[in-house]
């Protein structure tokens, strides 16, 4: 950083605290700078700094506006389109990940306090509050990206903030053969399995594309079906024109209020879906979904973390124990080898790149299910 640049910054960071003592409350509410808290902003530096030129002194107002109702060093992290994801590990410690890939970003916060007046800037306008009572929160931004902080005691070196960042368009199934995460044979045989009506689940691990090759199957079901998607947060980008989306919620700070993605999928069955499109399975919504495929609403389609598609399905049937209904084992997978028909697996390769390794078939199997790999028959049989 050379004089100049410092000079600015440090200019700044002091008329900041100016600043915020004569506009505290905008500062709190996270409010997108007013033309006229900008031009407020400018007289304060026109009065402060005369000397400076035209240039620095419009520096030195982005630079205020930015930290005081902006996200300070995150700002333009978030305005670079590659960037997939911010995860901030206390103050003085930022990544990023650009396609695929961690690395560090390059900027830090100037302290704790910084970086908690940026967090509350970001839950403000969603209506959440994080203390040491509540030191955990998860939530939505508008554009969809997903939000997620811990605060000390529970976060042991500073707040940890990751935002995993949405974009309002999602690939397609031919932009992901021409990224290589799908191959031509397996895109055609996706598209004939969801136009038939198959229900499908995507397995995988954490950041490998299970939400992105979700999207990108809906795109096959018909634009006449009604759709109705449920979701933790709402990041699926559905291009059918009849679309209903339903999102869960947390309990509020008195613990009321809470509905889960179970009880979503309840009410779905009630509203005639065509089409159900759960986001992730992660709970008793299992034994539902179980429920729903073998009760005329075929077709599904959702995600679940797992390390291949046979451990998926057997991560699906011990998650539909977890309702707590006592029935057996057995029952459970019977109705996993008849509602679940294919799950397709992805993996995040060592060079940041997301594939479909395998496409399994859901079969028949006494006293277990069991998956066989469809790149090994013949296309005739598949």
Do not use: W
């Not at 306008?125 to 998860?138: A, F, K, N």
């Not at 042991?156 to 995460?181: H, T, W």
């Amino acid at each position: 950083m050379d004089a100049r640049q410092r000079h600015v910054e440090e200019l700044a960071d002091s008329l900041r605290g100016r600043l915020i003592e004569q506009r505290r409350s905008d500062a709190a509410a996270g409010t997108v700078p007013s033309e006229e808290l900008t031009e407020e902003v400018r007289g304060l530096v026109a009065g402060e700094a005369a000397l400076l030129s035209a240039e620095d002194r419009e520096a030195v107002t982005a630079r205020i506006l930015r930290d005081t109702v902006g996200l300070g060093p995150l700002e333009d992290l978030l305005a670079d389109a590659a960037v997939e994801e911010v995860m901030v590990n206390g103050p003085g410690c930022v990544y990023v990940e650009r396609a695929g890939r961690i690395e560090p970003a390059g900027v830090a916060f100037a302290g704790e306090a910084e970086l908690r007046d940026a967090i509350e800037r970001i839950l403000a306008p969603l209506g959440r509050r994080i203390d040491e009572l509540s030191p955990m929160v998860d939530a939505r931004l508008a554009d969809g990206s997903r939000v997620n902080v811990v605060i000390p005691p529970l976060a042991i070196d500073g707040p940890v903030l990751s935002i995993r960042r949405f974009g309002a368009k999602r690939p397609g199934p031919a932009e992901l053969v021409r990224l290589g995460s799908l191959t031509d044979d397996q895109h055609d045989l996706l598209a004939r399995a969801v136009s038939e009506r198959r229900s499908v689940l995507v397995s995988g691990g954490t950041g490998s594309g299970k939400t992105t090759m979700l999207n990108a199957l809906s795109s096959f079901i018909a634009t006449g079906e009604r759709v109705v998607t449920i979701e933790d947060a709402a990041e699926l980008r559905l291009q059918q024109p009849h679309v209903v989306r339903l999102e869960s919620r947390p309990p509020s700070v008195e613990g009321r209020g809470e509905v889960t993605i179970r009880d979503l999928l309840r009410n779905a069955l009630r509203m005639r879906p065509d089409r159900i499109v759960i986001g992730e399975v992660r709970g008793a919504e299992a034994l539902d979904l179980l429920t729903a495929l073998n009760t005329g609403h075929d077709g599904a389609l959702s995600t679940i973390h797992a390390n291949s598609p046979a451990d998926a399905l057997s991560r699906l049937e011990t998650l539909a124990l977890m309702a707590g209904l006592g029935l057996p084992h057995e029952a459970i997978a019977a109705q996993a080898q008849r509602g679940i028909d294919l799950v397709v697996h992805m993996e995040r390769r060592s060079d940041g790149s997301r594939q479909v390794t395998e496409i399994a078939e859901v079969v028949r199997a006494a006293g277990a299910t069991a998956v066989r790999s469809l790149s090994d028959l013949p296309e005739a049989q598949r």
